[in-house]
């Protein structure tokens, strides 16, 4: 077994449990081999950490990459990107974050920046996409949707108001989508995600 097939295996492990209860032995002995074996790949658990993170992000490049790949329109791509995020963070414990914020803040931050910048610009390239086929507003300021979006995202995975099964709803991803959607559109827009709803999201 090689250490980058070691890692996605870790990876489900830390995304059904958590980071800090997942100990090396149980890793060893949920990979069937010796601990002494594991730590010929991995020199302590923060560097298994590091690969944990590098790992995560690597799979969310992939993802996205292959949503662009299909050439949807705006506000098809904007669903399936929302969608897809939605997904990986339903299929996160609860504890992840939190045990990376408290436990690992030199890998939550590498984590934090990336989700952070890969959010900025996807909405920044979306909105040009939306304004080109004339789904967007003209007048809309870029930088500024692409810091709300990270507000929002950011607030919501770490408000005492809203919990993570309230985020990751399909009414509230729904309902957030097309909060978004109708603030940014114009009519041509407007009518393109009445379409859509009705056609191919039955909302």
């Not at 594991?38 to 560097?47: I, R, S, V, W």
């Not at 690597?58 to 949503?67: G, L, Y």
């Not at 500024?144 to 993570?164: D, P, Q, Y």
Request: some cysteine; proline content about 0%; overall charge neutral.
């Amino acid at each position: 077994m090689d250490k980058q097939s070691i890692v996605h295996k870790v990876c489900d492990l830390y995304h059904k449990y958590g980071i800090k209860s997942v100990t090396m032995s149980d890793i060893a002995n949920y990979l069937g081999m010796s601990k002494k074996t594991l730590y010929t790949f991995f020199k302590d658990k923060e560097d298994l950490v590091d690969h944990y993170v590098e790992c995560d992000i690597e799979m969310f490049n992939n993802e996205f990459e292959s949503i662009f790949a299909k050439n949807f329109d705006a506000i098809d791509e904007l669903f399936a990107i929302n969608r897809m995020v939605q997904g990986k963070i339903q299929g996160l414990a609860h504890a992840v974050l939190f045990d990376l914020k408290k436990y690992y803040p030199k890998q939550y931050r590498r984590f934090a920046d990336y989700r952070r910048q890969r959010v900025m610009a996807n909405v920044r390239a979306n909105i040009k996409k939306g304004k080109a086929a004339g789904l967007y507003r003209a007048e809309i300021d870029e930088e500024l949707m692409c810091k709300l979006h990270v507000v929002r995202l950011e607030g919501m995975l770490t408000s005492e108001v809203f919990t993570l099964d309230d985020f990751t709803s399909d009414e509230a991803f729904f309902n957030i989508m097309l909060y978004h959607v109708r603030g940014v559109a114009t009519e041509q827009g407007i009518r393109a995600l009445e379409e859509k709803r009705k056609e191919k999201w039955n909302i």
